[in-house]
């Protein structure tokens, strides 16, 4: 047993976040913010040619090589930064589902493109309705005809669709369990996409197939037998998020344990008083409680081990502790931080997207109870 | 980072199981909550000493085995999910040993340590005084130097076992001159010494938990003494990140766990969706305070002593435990209330003992106050209030 990073991760960890903190100001994040595309191409760009987005591939396809626990280690720098971009769904949501399902032809095609940065990639996977992360929730479906398939129905908050190159789709080929993932083209018009307007910001969209013809070759994976690798994605995805959270909680920490012992009231710092102390004593016990079960996850998904019950537990704490280490940022920064003079609020919008993508704490509480064999 | 065990780990951590299921199917013992520091077992530890499992940690001169933290958190956790009755040596091999190996003389080393190995010195903790708690460098028990031996005088209480205990670890004053950090020295001394009185204190479940121990002009030998003189508080806040660090602050009542789960699926309770949820909720936060604690011995097997990374593990199991209690009596509805001796009680009464007993562990060997302010003083660097 182990619990701190290589001297490699370490070194990445700090590559990471010199490279992040001069090219990722909040400012620049403010501006990404507000522009429509949702990213700067000039510092995407220069994230490939450092090697970010290949860093979990094989190097035959002009990846580094390094494994997922490399990538948490990026994706908690990403979090900390407050990263504004289509990194997560190119690499974590598709890159790797790529990786995962196609075929070395597919894997050819695709994963250079990404790896250099040159395509932006996506997944379409949440619809309508509000019991999301179920196979039973997938309604659109693709209908085979004259050896194409036909997707037909509305995919929502759908992350960076409107800058896609490409888009995983995942629909429904049979009535029942019959899910398939399908590689398809973003910029096809018969793609309908409208940009929604959310907390954090991040560009979630409304994604419309209009009759879109996919043909049989961008399958991915097995027909009809999709939704296993779709658990997949979705626990990768948690975990990832759960990365994020962790990146972004330990900077709130850092940054409220830095305010405590600076402001001063009643002619001493606000951070002498017990009650301050203890609130910060129980965010540090919240962000290394997300941090362990998270690395733990991530490690196991790393080592191909099954984890459902690992990843579960990570996914329902960092939701929930993120909530409560923000909810005491905020009170102890007082009313600073609830202004946008401040740099919290980046924090507390993206803290909330993430506590809910790819499954909140109650849902992963009754995984949580499957898995203890309630 | 490595989550995984070694495969000796593994094989240890099944040979620790092996030897427990064999104990209760021999009918030793029957498993109980909180039985690390209630359960006083001379057989199950003298036969816990013969596997050589006492003083794992301690080096291989004195009859210890040189093992990892990790290795010892192994045994403990494996322990306290059977609630195997370890009391009669879980405070010497867990604190007392380890100080005496780094502070004892070479003579205190070659007396104690084998006897703590071979489970046959139990140790009692005389730390804390009736105005000595949370600031326990108050502590007014004096020991004066009088030739070749101190005399003790003053009362100790809340010592865990302490009818049961055949040594006292003692903090006392032996320079009433000097700063209140600085005048306290560690001593080690036969329990049954003239001048020593015990007296049980009867804790709110009902159990005997402690005792107060009076000193009324007790001579003891300066051998006694641990380490350097009026350096024992520091001596002393070691041992105390020690007390803190293991699985008996998550696991106390972990057999009141496994019985829950079992009781609702028996009962089919466990299909509804608010019960699933609560322990759903509990194992989740189970979880996560293992690994906290697992850090600790890692910290711990890197030759830190673990201050803050102890507090913090310390500090949310012990409201895990209490957390723990309270759903179990909340599942169990008015049937909780029973006590483990009335008709019609629910698992073994244990969820009524633990709802009572887990108020105890915020405040020993640290309230969850103190502890919170060691964490944000020393762990994040928060100005000293």
């Given at each position: 047993m182990k619990l701190t990073l290589t001297e490699e991760q370490e070194m990445l960890k700090k590559t990471a976040r010199d490279f992040l903190t001069e090219k990722c100001p909040k400012k620049f994040v403010k501006q990404i913010e507000q522009s429509e595309t949702g990213y700067s191409r000039e510092l995407w760009q220069e994230m490939a040619e450092l090697g970010w987005m290949g860093l979990a591939f094989p190097e035959k396809y002009g990846g580094g090589d390094m494994n997922f626990l490399d990538l948490a280690v990026l994706l908690e720098e990403m979090g900390r930064a407050c990263l504004p971009g289509p990194f997560f769904s190119s690499v974590v949501l598709a890159g790797l589902t790529i990786l995962d399902l196609g075929t070395e032809e597919q894997k050819q095609e695709y994963l250079p493109k990404l790896i250099r940065g040159e395509k932006i990639f996506t997944l379409a996977l949440t619809e309508l309705g509000y019991h999301n992360y179920d196979a039973s929730s997938i309604a659109v479906e693709a209908t085979a005809r004259d050896g194409n398939y036909i997707i037909k129905g509305t995919k929502l908050f759908v992350p960076d669709a409107h800058i896609a190159d490409y888009l995983l789709c995942v629909a429904r080929?049979?009535?029942?369990?019959?899910i398939t993932v399908f590689l398809t083209d973003a910029k096809s018009p018969k793609i309908n996409c409208t940009l929604l307007k959310t907390i954090a910001r991040d560009k979630l969209c409304e994604v419309v197939f209009d009759q879109m013809p996919v043909p049989k070759a961008n399958v991915l994976g097995q027909p009809n037998q999709g939704w296993n690798a779709v658990q997949r994605i979705i626990e990768r995805a948690a975990v990832g998020k759960c990365c994020e959270i962790v990146g972004n909680l330990q900077r709130v920490l850092d940054m409220t344990v830095d305010y405590a012992k600076e402001r001063k009231q009643f002619d001493r710092p606000i951070g002498s008083f017990q009650i301050i102390q203890h609130y910060c004593a129980d965010m540090a016990t919240d962000v290394d409680g997300a941090r362990f079960s998270t690395y733990q996850a991530a490690w196991m998904l790393s080592e191909g081990l099954p984890c459902t019950r690992e990843v579960a537990i990570a996914k329902a704490w960092a939701s929930q502790a993120s909530q409560r280490v923000i909810a005491l940022a905020h009170q102890i920064h007082g009313a600073i931080g609830v202004t946008i003079e401040h740099d919290l609020h980046y924090y507390t919008r993206r803290a909330k997207a993430a506590e809910i993508a790819f499954g909140d704490a109650n849902f992963y509480r009754e995984i949580v109870a499957k898995e203890m064999g309630l | 980072m490595d989550f995984s065990f070694t495969e000796e780990q593994n094989r240890f951590r099944q040979e620790v199981r092996n030897f427990l299921e064999d104990e209760i199917k021999k009918g030793y013992w029957e498993p109980a909550c909180d039985a690390w520091i209630q359960g006083f077992d001379p057989g199950f530890t003298k036969r816990v000493a013969q596997r050589g499992w006492i003083g794992l940690t301690w080096p291989k001169e004195y009859g210890g085995q040189g093992r990892s933290y990790v290795d010892r958190l192994i045994l403990t956790e494996e322990m306290l999910r059977y609630g195997a009755?370890?009391?009669?040596h879980w405070f010497a091999d867990r604190q007392i040993g380890g100080s005496i190996a780094a502070f004892g003389t070479e003579e205190q080393k070659k007396e104690l340590l084998p006897k703590i190995i071979r489970g046959e010195a139990y140790i009692g903790l005389g730390m804390s005084e009736p105005g000595a708690g949370s600031d326990l460098a108050s502590l007014q028990t004096r020991a004066i130097e009088d030739g070749d031996s101190y005399i003790i005088n003053g009362q100790k209480t809340w010592t865990s076992g302490g009818s049961f205990v055949n040594y006292f670890y003692l903090l006392a004053r032996t320079d009433p001159e000097a700063p209140k950090h600085r005048g306290i020295s560690e001593f080690i001394i036969p329990a049954d010494l003239p001048g020593i009185k015990r007296i049980p204190m009867i804790d709110i479940t009902g159990t005997e938990a402690w005792n107060d121990v009076f000193f009324d002009e007790v001579r003891v030998p300066r051998t006694c003494l641990i380490g350097e003189k009026n350096r024992g508080f520091l001596q002393a806040l070691q041992q105390l990140d020690y007390e803190r660090s293991g699985m008996e602050r998550l696991m106390g009542n972990y057999p009141l766990f496994e019985a829950l789960i079992q009781f609702t699926k028996e009962h089919k309770l466990s299909q509804e969706p608010v019960i699933r949820n609560k322990l759903a909720q509990l194992q989740i936060e189970f979880e996560v305070g293992r690994l906290l604690i697992y850090r600790v011995a890692l910290v711990m097997d890197e030759g830190r002593a673990p201050n803050r990374e102890a507090a913090m593990s310390k500090a949310y199991s012990t409201a895990f435990e209490q957390r723990l209690a309270n759903t179990a009596m909340e599942i169990l509805g008015p049937y909780g209330q029973l006590l483990g001796d009335s008709k019609l009680a629910p698992i073994r009464g244990l969820a009524v003992y633990s709802y009572l007993g887990s108020k105890g562990y915020s405040l020993q060997a640290g309230t969850s106050e103190i502890l919170k302010n060691i964490l944000a003083t020393r762990g994040l660097g928060l100005p000293a209030s």
């Open positions: 080929t049979k009535p029942k369990d019959g | 009755p370890a009391a009669c």
